[in-house]
């Protein structure tokens, strides 16, 4: 079963622009990750975020976490055609346990 | 550092038929997870193993098994294959303990005719 749903489900920008992905979810977590998929292969670890943290950066990417909403979102700045990929919110409710995925959502930079 | 490798990745199987894929740890993990993602979805857990005992399990019937080697390498076995088994089997490592992401593999492409 999908514990996170991600919002929207495809977003298309020009390069240069920012990219904001949402991520709501339904039962408590210990932390919350964000993963990249290019072509439907394998799916590469961005960032994590812990239950009690509410922002966090890494580079280009700046994720906010809500526990009271349950919801996340993951903002990627000046976005190039490189990013173009699928995302993919992750929940772990406990340490050393399953990430449990949305859907994903599909962005498209376009040069 | 290597990275998580999975073998093979790709395969055409028959409906009836067994299938094994096969995954490497990355370097100093010991702990590995497979998730099966079928085309537009994310991925579903199927289960974890730490110290070669499964230690956790999704929504899948038995005839989805594993194993899990000294060496922290994996196995997933898919007996009885049914075409709804198409998708991409994705292995994951991680460390027990330790809070970060996971690594995943490239995935096995596993088609079901």
């Known amino acids: 079963s999908q514990q996170g749903e991600e919002d929207p489900q495809a977003l298309s920008i020009q390069e240069g622009e920012n990219a904001t992905m949402n991520c709501s979810y339904k039962t408590s977590i210990n932390n919350l990750q964000w993963y990249r998929q290019n072509s439907g292969r394998g799916l590469v670890h961005l960032i994590l975020?812990?239950?009690?943290?509410r922002e966090k950066h890494s580079g280009r990417l700046r994720v906010t976490l809500d526990t009271s909403k349950k919801s996340s979102s993951l903002l990627i700045t000046a976005s190039r055609a490189a990013d173009t990929a699928s995302y993919f919110c992750a929940t772990v409710p406990g340490a050393n346990s399953k990430l449990t995925f949305g859907k994903g959502i599909t962005l498209s930079v376009r040069p | 550092e290597t990275g998580v490798t999975q073998s093979p990745t790709h395969l055409i199987k028959t409906r009836g038929q067994q299938v094994t894929l096969r995954c490497s740890s990355q370097s100093g993990h010991n702990t590995v997870s497979w998730y099966q993602q079928a085309l537009g979805q994310g991925p579903q857990f199927i289960f974890q193993?730490?110290?070669?005992?499964?230690?956790g399990r999704g929504n899948f019937p038995p005839r989805f098994s594993g194993l899990q080697f000294p060496n922290y390498s994996s196995e997933l076995n898919v007996n009885a294959l049914e075409l709804d088994d198409s998708a991409l089997y994705l292995c994951?490592?991680?460390?027990?303990?330790?809070?970060?992401?996971?690594?995943f593999g490239s995935g096995t492409r596993l088609t079901v005719v």
């Open positions: 975020i812990r239950s009690n943290e």
């Open positions: 994951a490592s991680s460390l027990a303990g330790r809070e970060y992401g996971y690594t």
């Open positions: 193993y730490y110290r070669e005992e499964e230690n």
